[in-house]
């Protein structure tokens, strides 16, 4: 059986599917890895270690597409890498099924059996696997550190012989994985932090950091869908969370925004007269920009100044701090690989809930039902 690591081709990517330590539990039992010559620099893992680690080096991309039996990847190859493929591998990585399933076409088309780490189950048995939680603590430990890189003003209240400097006000939109991290970063720097989230049930998360929860009162609605993600909102809901959101951001340096609804394009929460209202200065950075973004001014990946407050909307935090985010992500994909690699050989048992779950398509054919109408559609629209 061989593994295949390939070098991320999509543009910014930094990241790598596996590293050199841990591929020592593959090669006991017996299964051969072949990594493409460079894939892990920019997280840290030259050529020379994964060698030294016991994989064979190599330049040909292709080589390894054609032969690979199981390839964990960040991002989805390519439609000229699937093409490759053969009838049988497996690919497990970002897939963005839901957001962008005909891009799986070719893959699915040659019965490559797929899996997606965005579909991961959350339950307890799979927290190990949960590369999207680990991506989000990531990204919001960054949006904070980018927003104080790029805030004219100090974070920490100073108390100094030629005066006192209050602290910055931290506004986090969106109390999840990685509002909660952008939270705590935010607290260790110094700054006031205020929090709001649909889900009642982050407002103790948010309380055990030292932040102020903002409550807002929906009129009893159902703010939570399965999984312990929040559900899609009436435009009426919503409007409260903007008036809560326009009132907030003008006493705010910094705003954080992370909300998102699973499958769902991000929900529209900060109008323009929000960013109107804020100083000059301050900074707003989108985290939900790659899901459309929260804020109605966000250009996905474009840092903007509006009016004197710079708008970010980054695409890809976690490539930017690549060796952290790498680490944890191939822990995450190496915890995933244990469900599928027995006694050296690759085997999918669709009736492991996880496996089910997280699987997109096997011999041809779409396994998840979101993922198999979307394709239809597309599809038919095609
Ligand atoms: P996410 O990235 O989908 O959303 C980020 C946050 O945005 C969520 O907290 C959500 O409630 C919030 N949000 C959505 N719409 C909003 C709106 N209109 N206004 C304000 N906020 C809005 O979610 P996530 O961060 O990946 O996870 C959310 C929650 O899921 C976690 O806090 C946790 O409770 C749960 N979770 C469970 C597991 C597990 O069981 N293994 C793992 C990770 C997270």
Redesign the pocket.
């Known amino acids: 059986m061989l593994l295949g690591i390939l070098k991320e081709s999509s543009l910014g990517e930094t990241r790598v599917a596996l590293l050199p330590e841990n591929l020592k539990s593959l090669l006991a039992q017996g299964i051969a890895v072949a990594v493409e010559s460079g894939a892990g620099i920019s997280a840290g893992a030259s050529d020379a270690a994964y060698a030294e680690a016991g994989a064979t080096i190599t330049a040909d991309r292709s080589s390894i597409l054609t032969s690979a039996d199981l390839i964990p990847v960040v991002n989805t190859p390519g439609a000229a890498d699937q093409a490759l493929l053969k009838s049988g591998a497996i690919v497990i990585g970002f897939l963005r099924p839901l957001d962008a399933p005909a891009t799986l076409a070719t893959a699915i088309a040659l019965h490559v059996t797929l899996f997606s780490m965005e579909l991961v189950?959350?339950?307890?048995r799979?927290?190990s696997m949960?590369a999207?939680?680990s991506m989000?603590t990531v990204a919001g430990y960054k949006a904070v550190i980018d927003a104080a890189g790029s805030l004219p003003r100090l974070f920490p209240m100073l108390m100094t012989a030629a005066g006192t400097i209050p602290p910055a006000r931290v506004f986090v939109?969106?109390?999840?994985?990685?509002?909660?991290q952008a939270i705590a970063t935010a607290r260790r720097l110094g700054a006031v932090v205020e929090a709001?989230?649909?889900?009642a049930?982050?407002g103790e998360?948010v309380r055990s950091l030292g932040a102020k929860f903002l409550d807002v009162d929906l009129g009893g609605i159902a703010?939570?869908g399965g999984?312990?993600?929040?559900?899609?909102?009436t435009e009426e809901?919503?409007d409260r969370?903007r008036d809560l959101i326009s009132q907030t951001a003008a006493h705010s340096d910094v705003i954080i925004t992370?909300?998102?609804?699973?499958g769902r394009p991000?929900?529209r929460?900060i109008r323009r007269a929000a960013i109107e209202a804020m100083r000059p200065g301050s900074v707003l950075v989108d985290l939900?920009a790659p899901a459309g973004g929260?804020c109605e001014l966000t250009r996905p990946g474009v840092t903007q100044s509006l009016g004197g407050v710079i708008l970010m909307a980054p695409m890809n935090l976690p490539a930017e701090v690549p060796v952290h985010a790498s680490q944890l992500y191939a822990r995450n994909i190496l915890n995933f690989l244990s469900l599928i690699v027995k006694k050296g050989e690759f085997s999918v048992d669709l009736g492991d809930e996880v496996l089910a779950g997280a699987c997109v398509a096997h011999k041809g054919s779409p396994v998840n039902p979101r993922v198999a109408k979307l394709l239809e559609t597309s599809q038919s629209i095609g």
């Open positions: 189950p959350r339950i307890s799979a927290q949960d999207l939680s989000a939109i969106g109390a999840g994985v990685a509002g909660l709001y989230d649909v889900r049930a982050a998360q703010t939570e999984g312990g993600y929040a559900a899609e909102l809901a919503l969370g992370t909300a998102q609804v699973p991000a929900p929460l939900a929260n």
